[in-house]
T-cell receptor
Framework: KNQVEQSPQSLIILEGKNCTLQCNYTVSPFSNLRWYKQDTGRGPVSLTIMTFSENTKSNGRYTATLDADTKQSSLHITASQLSDSASYIC?????????????FGQGTELSVKP | DAGVIQSPRHEVTEMGQEVTLRCKPISGHDYLFWYRQTMMRGLELLIY????????DSGMPEDRFSAKMPNASFSTLKIQPSEPRDSAVYFC?????????????FGPGTRLTVL
């Protein structure tokens, strides 16, 4: 069964600290992995997208890594800010014959405290 | 472009009533997706369209749910009759080509509460 699992479910950190969110997936075939940020009351917004040949990709203070062999990804947030408080969702896309279908993880709820 | 537009933003209705959610995708996008988000199940794909044609509706929970896309700039998701377990946030998203690397842009969502 195609699944995406994230950990931890929730995380509280102090402003300025770093944190790392984890994602394991069992989706096959695999095309790419995305990290989305979802602010409260808003739709998800894409942070990064990586294909199987990419190991790391950065977007400002966000750095995503991908190990296609172990089917694991992580999202590292550097020097956290209060505005980073949101849900972070790991999303996997299957092969081309699946059209635009995405498989979503349950998300990690991050709270950054002053 | 204003992005994906959804209406209403909030809907409160009573069990048994018909509910219609509306979506306007980004102009020029050929793919449109309807999702449902709950605390228990996260985001789930309900149905998606390509060039106004439904491609995969395997995520639609039951016959009470129906979706249409009469033209490239408008889609509806209808629930009839509604039940309390339908309470969730419903998102519409669109993408340019629907390819595996294509980014999906999400609307702000409609929060549905069925009493």
């Amino acid at each position: 069964k195609n699944q995406v699992e994230q950990s931890p479910q929730s995380l509280i950190i102090l402003e300025g600290k770093n944190c790392t969110l984890q994602c394991n997936y069992t989706v096959s075939p695999f095309s790419n992995l995305r990290w989305y940020k979802q602010d409260t009351g808003r739709g998800p917004v894409s942070l990064t997208i990586m294909t199987f040949s990419e190991n790391t990709k950065s977007n400002g203070r966000y750095t995503a890594t991908l190990d296609a062999d172990t089917k694991q990804s992580s999202l590292h947030i550097t020097a956290s800010q209060l505005s980073d408080s949101a849900s972070y969702i790991c999303v996997v896309s299957g092969g081309a014959n699946q059209g635009g279908k995405l498989i979503f993880g349950q998300g990690t709820e991050l709270s950054v405290k002053p | 472009d204003a992005g994906v537009i959804q209406s209403p933003r909030h809907e409160v209705t009573e069990m048994g009533q018909e509910v219609t959610l509306r979506c306007k995708p980004i102009s020029g996008h050929d793919y449109l997706f309807w999702y449902r988000q709950t605390m228990m199940r996260g985001l789930e794909l309900l149905i998606y369209f390509n060039n106004n044609v439904p491609i995969d509706d395997s995520g639609m929970p039951e016959d009470r749910f129906s979706a249409k896309m009469p033209n490239a700039s408008f889609s509806t998701l209808k629930i009839q009759p509604s039940e309390p377990r339908d309470s969730a946030v419903y998102f519409c998203a669109s993408s340019f080509s629907g390819g595996p690397l294509d980014e999906q842009f999400f609307g702000p969502g409609t929060r549905l509460t069925v009493l």
